[in-house]
């Protein structure tokens, strides 16, 4: 009877375990330690994608300073080594938004903050509503401005029809999937939604005379969007609005803000 890892045909355990696993590391400087069952095995990795040998980078662990996929094998002299396992991690980030264009955001859960690369530069208009719809991150502002990024906020680049659409300030910015969607006003109810991450903008119909300050989603795909003299008004899809059978009698106060509880 041979048994498993019998000398003549010992193979080196390919139950790499990475920890902590790749969900549970949204931080920058995350310390990621390899093991396995195979007593004294010894780890080499890349993180460049390519396939890791006895060349490769040796030993355990690994710090995670951007979004990086962990490529690892466990070897022991005499052995045959292990099969290629890997593990994704993504840095998630936390973005602020403020005056003359500016954006700053951490990666250390809020601790320590950076400036984007290209803060200010992108526009120099006050930005006043930040959205997230899973890959991407849009910004919104004075005279109409949208900017978006898909690096975590580190880098921005203009919509194609920033200001174009309109001139309106923008105050809020919502999503479901992969839609956008903005309110904004200056006289009248204004919004914008985009399907493509935020490089291109369609107007729509908010059928109100008020400006729109909040907007929110739901898990029903629902938004709702709220505004001066106390006006409501919600959409099924972004694009065709209706008002709230109470609109501006519940209240005539300002409303700012909405949230639904997901």
């Given at each position: 009877?041979?048994?498993?890892?019998?000398?003549?045909s010992?193979?080196?355990?390919s139950?790499?375990?990475?920890?902590?696993?790749?969900?549970?590391?949204?931080?920058?400087n995350?310390?990621?330690?390899?093991?396995?069952?195979?007593?004294?095995?010894?780890?080499?990795?890349?993180t460049?994608?390519?396939?890791?040998?006895?060349?490769?980078?040796?030993?355990?662990?690994?710090?995670?300073?951007?979004?990086?996929?962990?490529?690892?094998?466990a070897?022991k002299a005499?052995?045959?080594?292990?099969?290629?396992?890997?593990?994704?991690?993504?840095?998630k980030?936390?973005?602020?938004?403020?005056?003359?264009?500016?954006?700053?955001?951490?990666?250390?859960?809020?601790?320590n903050?950076?400036?984007?690369?290209?803060?200010?530069?992108?526009?120099t208009?006050?930005?006043?509503?930040?959205?997230y719809?899973g890959?991407?991150?849009?910004?919104?502002?004075?005279?109409?401005?949208?900017?978006?990024?898909?690096?975590?906020?580190?880098?921005?680049?203009?919509?194609?029809?920033?200001?174009?659409?309109?001139?309106?300030?923008l105050?809020?910015?919502?999503?479901?999937?992969?839609r956008?969607?903005?309110?904004?006003?200056?006289?009248?109810?204004?919004?914008?939604?985009?399907?493509d991450?935020?490089?291109?903008?369609?107007?729509?119909?908010?059928?109100?005379?008020?400006?729109?300050?909040?907007?929110?989603?739901?898990?029903?795909?629902r938004?709702?969007?709220?505004?001066?003299?106390?006006?409501?008004?919600?959409?099924?899809?972004?694009?065709?609005?209706?008002?709230?059978?109470?609109?501006?009698?519940?209240?005539?106060?300002?409303?700012?803000?909405?949230?639904?509880?997901?």
């Amino acid at each position: 009877e041979i048994k498993e890892c019998d000398w003549s045909s010992d193979v080196c355990s390919s139950d790499l375990d990475f920890q902590p696993h790749r969900r549970e590391s949204d931080n920058r400087n995350t310390i990621v330690t390899i093991s396995s069952s195979t007593a004294e095995a010894i780890f080499y990795y890349t993180t460049d994608g390519s396939t890791p040998s006895s060349g490769s980078t040796q030993g355990s662990p690994v710090t995670i300073n951007s979004d990086m996929t962990i490529k690892a094998v466990a070897c022991k002299a005499g052995w045959i080594d292990s099969g290629v396992v890997s593990a994704a991690y993504t840095v998630k980030h936390w973005v602020s938004i403020g005056n003359d264009g500016t954006v700053i955001y951490s990666s250390d859960s809020g601790v320590n903050w950076d400036t984007a690369t290209d803060s200010g530069s992108e526009t120099t208009y006050g930005l006043l509503g930040i959205g997230y719809n899973g890959t991407r991150f849009a910004v919104v502002g004075n005279f109409g401005t949208v900017i978006y990024s898909s690096d975590g906020g580190m880098s921005w680049n203009t919509a194609a029809d920033s200001s174009s659409e309109t001139t309106d300030p923008l105050w809020d910015v919502a999503s479901i999937g992969s839609r956008f969607v903005v309110v904004g006003g200056n006289t009248t109810g204004t919004s914008i939604y985009s399907d493509d991450g935020g490089v291109n903008w369609t107007t729509t119909t908010t059928n109100t005379g008020n400006e729109l300050y909040g907007i929110g989603s739901d898990s029903s795909m629902r938004y709702v969007a709220v505004g001066k003299n106390g006006t409501v008004i919600y959409s099924s899809s972004g694009i065709n609005w209706s008002t709230a059978a109470d609109s501006g009698s519940e209240t005539t106060n300002n409303l700012w803000g909405v949230a639904f509880e997901k």
